[in-house]
């Protein structure tokens, strides 16, 4: 009888705790409007001062990479799409696309 009725007890508390957790994680929460997500203007300036200028070699870098190994990938008849995309398209896009102080995208 004891360990039906903590059994039961124990499954209360963690429906308990489920359900509250589900409840705080709520996006639709009125408080969360409130939050500013925007970049701060030292997030805006190390980007601009150093991640840009950064970027901006790895893109020009992979370019030079590219194009070396262009062709040997078209001696082996093999397309060279993904080396573009990670050596040229994706270090452009993080340079020229992404708005100012965001890091991650």
Do not use: C, H, W
């Amino acid at each position: 009888m004891k360990s039906r009725s903590f059994v039961i007890s124990a499954l209360v508390t963690a429906a308990l705790v489920v359900g509250t957790a589900n409840a705080q994680s709520d996006s639709s929460s009125p408080y969360n409007d409130s939050l500013d997500n925007s970049p701060s203007a030292g997030a805006m300036a190390f980007d601009l001062i150093v991640v840009r200028p950064i970027s901006l070699v790895a893109t020009v870098l992979g370019s030079g990479l590219f194009i070396l190994s262009l062709p040997l990938a078209l001696v082996q008849r093999d397309a060279p799409i993904a080396a573009a995309n990670k050596l040229v398209v994706e270090p452009a896009r993080y340079t020229f696309d992404r708005p100012l102080g965001v890091m991650e995208q």
